[in-house]
């Protein structure tokens, strides 16, 4: 009996040291996933670019969450698209990153597209990265050229903002893309995979899903908002009918303020051609 009882313990204190190391790991020690992409493109073929993604920062005014800066300051990327929810509550929790956009802008093409936490503040939160030099980009899209590749850059609204009005506007950008060029849609959330995947969109990007935040090792998410139980969207890549989708678990947490098995990340995308 008293062998038993140290057994059980035992077994409760590994669980817990277990526990904590993990959401340490998960809450506070960001990872930078580095992915590689091939697109056939002759027009650049031999060419390549990297792409930093970030997505579902999620500061708030007690958290700023500028460890970020930290990783990213080491890091070689050509242009950088941050796929929403960098606030969770409010405008001013952006304030303490925009010294550091401001000096990011100056040599580098800084994307930003909204997600669900900005729909009632995006007049303020578009300023606000306006204001450091981000392009904010709202079901449009812009075209620039990167190391010898020409880049159409899509950017669209929230899913949950589009379902309440319909996809013309998005439909209409989409209809007028080359596919000579490298097509790149921004999306916070990424349900729109399955409404474009007729459309020659190479390389979707988004978040929103936060990799299920809380999660068992070695399991796929559990649940994604907008999706529920066992998303067909959760993290990672997804490849159907020519176009390729990115989901980034993000770097924050919402609704219940903790991640587990599941730690944040910013990506480097590298695209070969």
């Not at 802008?105 to 981000?134: D, L, M, Q, R």
């Not at 649940?223 to 997804?238: E, S």
Request: overall charge neutral; aromatic content about 12%; charged content about 20%.
């Amino acid at each position: 009996m008293i062998k038993l009882k140290k057994i059980i313990i035992g077994l409760i204190s590994v669980s817990f040291a277990v526990f904590c190391a993990s959401y340490f790991i998960s809450m506070r020690l960001l990872a930078v996933r580095k992915e590689n992409l091939s697109i056939k493109k002759h027009e650049f073929s031999g060419k390549s670019i990297k792409i930093l993604h970030i997505s579902d920062v999620h500061s708030k005014d007690k958290d700023n969450k500028l460890f970020i800066w930290d990783k990213i300051k080491k890091l070689s990327f050509d242009i950088v698209v941050i796929t929403g929810d960098f606030i969770a509550d409010k405008h001013t929790e952006i304030l303490p990153h925009l010294p550091f956009f401001r000096e990011l802008t100056k040599n580098t093409p800084v994307f930003y597209v909204f997600g669900n936490h900005e729909i009632c503040e995006e007049a303020e939160v578009g300023e606000a990265f306006k204001s450091a030099g981000v392009i904010v980009l709202k079901d449009e899209n812009i075209y620039l050229n990167i190391s010898g590749v020409r880049l159409n850059i899509i950017g669209i609204s929230d899913y949950y903002s589009i379902k309440q009005n319909d996809l013309e506007n998005i439909f209409d950008i989409l209809k007028n893309i080359d596919p000579n060029e490298f097509n790149i849609m921004l999306s916070h959330q990424p349900q729109i995979f399955k409404n474009i995947l007729s459309y020659d969109v190479d390389l979707i990007l988004a978040g929103h899903t936060h990799g299920g935040q809380v999660r068992f090792p070695l399991l796929p998410a559990l649940y994604a908002p907008g999706q529920g139980v066992l998303p067909k969207y959760g993290d990672g890549w997804y490849h159907e009918n020519g176009s390729n989708l990115y989901i980034s678990k993000g770097i924050g947490s919402t609704v219940f303020p903790i991640r587990l098995f599941n730690r944040p990340e910013i990506t480097i995308v590298e695209v070969k051609f």
